[in-house]
């Protein structure tokens, strides 16, 4: 069955930097587009990023344009999200998806604090 996992979240203060990774399994995931998506209580989920299959293609929502990246290694059936100059509005549980299917992962928390 398909897999997803995510890591890499935890606490990290205003300006700082973390990478989250999510492992896919139970699918080919070369063929595959994937996103990562956050949510914070009280509000619907949103797109955070998303790449294309080949990794050729990617967007991101507005309010993290210039600060994150999202890259896909097919070697390793692994997805990124490296998120840079982090403010306390990005502080949020990320997911990680399937893109064309519902497929989560399980969720990772994000605080950005002082």
């Known amino acids: 069955q398909v897999q997803l996992v995510e890591s890499g979240g935890g606490l990290v203060q205003p300006g700082g930097s973390l990478r989250l990774s999510c492992v896919a399994s139970?699918?080919?995931?070369?063929?595959?587009?994937m996103s990562w998506y956050r949510q914070v209580p009280g509000k619907e989920r949103e797109l955070v990023a998303a790449?294309?299959?080949?990794?050729?293609?990617?967007e991101y929502a507005d309010s993290v344009k210039g600060r994150f990246t999202i890259t896909k290694d097919n070697d390793k059936n692994t997805v990124y999200l490296q998120m840079n100059s982090l403010k306390p509005e990005d502080t949020a549980t990320y997911y990680c998806?399937?893109?064309?299917?519902?497929?989560w992962g399980q969720g990772i928390q994000v605080t950005v604090s002082s």
């Open positions: 790449i294309s299959g080949s990794a050729w293609t990617t």
């Open positions: 139970g699918f080919t995931f070369s063929n595959s587009a």
């Open positions: 998806k399937r893109a064309n299917s519902n497929d």
